[in-house]
T-cell receptor
Framework: GDSVTQMEGPVTLSEEAFLTINCTYT??????LFWYVQYPGEGLQLLLK?????DKGSNKGFEATYRKETTSFHLEKGSVQVSDSAVYFC??????????FGQGTELSVKP | DTGVSQDPRHKITKRGQNVTFRCDPI?????LYWYRQTLGQGPEFLTY????????KSRLLSDRFSAERPKGSFSTLEIQRTEQGDSAMYLC?????????????FGPGTRLTVL
């Protein structure tokens, strides 16, 4: 069945450091891919999305490119801030109704 | 539009008791989803409705779990004879069927603790 694998956390960075969180997927067909973010004490929020191969999703300085050849959707940000501290989830939507999530990667940014 | 709301936000119960959670979706959304999230894991799909019809159920949804959406608006998730393994965050989400990528909007969740 379809699945998503993320790099394990926690990831601890200093402010202004470069961020990469790896995400790979297994799916039949052409899924849509997402990054969701969960800030402390808050619900899941959609951060960015890509619906077809080579699409680049971007929001709030974060980017991810849908790479079908490597079945990957890695999240990147050039300069993280303390306010980016959160748990990040990679997810896919293929068919039916459900989203399939990775296990989440906790990011902690220190000043 | 106030987003997806869930009630209660926290529930503590004793093993063997029944609990019921409510979810109110975004008003124009016709799809409603339930997920379960345990500590350190991503959300896992439980079930979803399109209008009042329950279209898919995960094998995670044992016979102690039942979900309803009687008028195609709010939904309830009931857990009978709770077990300690039911302790988790229960998330509700809604979306508009027919959108190209099925963007789901999540509520804040109900945290269940079974003692």
């Amino acid at each position: 069945g379809d699945s998503v694998t993320q790099m394990e956390g926690p990831v601890t960075l200093s402010e202004e450091a470069f961020l990469t969180i790896n995400c790979t997927y297994t799916a039949t067909g052409y899924p849509s891919l997402f990054w969701y973010v969960q800030y402390p004490g808050e619900g899941l929020q959609l951060l960015l999305k890509a619906t077809k191969a080579d699409d680049k999703g971007s929001n709030k300085g974060f980017e991810a490119t849908y790479r079908k050849e490597t079945t990957s959707f890695h999240l990147e940000k050039g300069s993280v801030q303390v306010s980016d501290s959160a748990v990040y989830f990679c997810a896919l939507y293929n068919q039916g109704g459900k989203l399939i999530f990775g296990q989440g990667t906790e990011l902690s940014v220190k000043p | 539009d106030t987003g997806v709301s869930q009630d209660p936000r926290h529930k503590i119960t004793k093993r063997g008791q029944n609990v019921t959670f409510r979810c109110d979706p975004i008003s124009e959304h016709n799809r409603l989803y339930w997920y379960r999230q345990t500590l350190g894991q991503g959300p896992e799909f439980l079930t979803y409705f399109q209008n009042e019809a329950q279209l898919e159920k995960s094998r995670l949804l044992s016979d102690r779990f039942s979900a309803e959406r009687p008028k195609g608006s709010f939904s309830t998730l009931e857990i009978q004879r709770t077990e300690q393994g039911d302790s988790a965050m229960y998330l509700c989400a809604s979306s508009l069927a027919g959108s190209s990528y099925n963007e789901q909007f999540f509520g804040p969740g109900t945290r269940l603790t079974v003692l």
